[in-house]
């Protein structure tokens, strides 16, 4: 069982920089694919980073790529959300998540995740 706490959300002007943590408490942290969802309110959840373990394999969505990026830090059991150039349709609540099944991670599909952190874009 692997237990997943995101910290780090709240409110930030756009153009700001956020940056989201995901503690994961898991003896074998380094051999997980790892994720970001978010979900804004009357929105479906929506995939917005991966890192795939083997190879360290990155995804992006569209409407992310260039301004956030997804990493590790397999010594502190740590993943990250660093979101530049923030815009007010980033806001959502954001979710991390994790799996140690890279074909599902394929797929998007995860199986851990945290409760989720409120990050709020201010115009």
């Known amino acids: 069982q692997v237990h997943l706490e995101e910290s780090g959300g709240g409110l930030v002007q756009a153009g700001g920089s956020l940056r989201l943590s995901c503690a994961a408490s898991?003896?074998?942290?380094?051999?997980?694919?790892l994720a970001w969802f978010r979900q804004a309110p009357g929105r479906e959840r929506e995939i917005v980073a991966s890192?795939?373990?083997?190879?360290?394999?990155?995804y992006y969505s569209d409407s992310v790529k260039g301004r956030f990026t997804i990493s590790r830090d397999n010594a502190k059991n740590t993943h990250y959300l660093q979101m530049n150039s923030l815009k007010p349709e980033d806001t959502a609540v954001y979710f991390c998540a994790a799996t140690d099944t890279i074909l599902k991670a394929m797929y998007f599909e995860y199986t851990y995740w945290g409760q989720g952190t409120q990050v709020t874009v201010s115009s």
């Open positions: 890192l795939i373990s083997s190879g360290d394999n990155t």
């Open positions: 898991a003896p074998t942290f380094s051999t997980l694919s």
